[in-house]
């Protein structure tokens, strides 16, 4: 396994009591271009997303505002757990808005704004989260969101470091 080389080496994740959002930074060594390049193939998104204890397929991935996502992620039992979403802002490559939604959970929808902030030739990735309720947003947490989104992350920056050189 490459080397991982983070400024943060866990996501930071800030939450606000009665506030219904969530907000995870990160910040990798790598050129912006190239973590927003990364962050939005569909050939390198199985690499990365999620944990690694699932296989993720890239069953739809039109990145365009009004495009559609949808990953589907299997265990080593067979079992899929599916999510999708609808771009609404594409801004290569300073920000990505979208939906996000567990299948399993219809109707529990979230927005997503992702931001990509060149600092020095690093990337520092802000994802905010805004869910429905805060109870939507504690629900999530409760089900394993930050610790997820954490291990994402490790591997979204191990992905990074075999790219090099950039």
Known sequence: MAEVRSDITKSQANRHDNVNELTITRIFIAPRERVFQTNTDPNLVPQWWGSRDLTTTVDQMDVRPGGAWR??????????YAFRGVYHAVTPPERLVYTFEFEGMPGHVLLETVTFEEIDGKTKVTDKSVFQTVEARDGMLKAGMEAGSTETMDRFAELLEEQKPF
């Open 71 to 80: 990953f589907v992620q299997r265990d080593s039992e067979g079992n899929e």
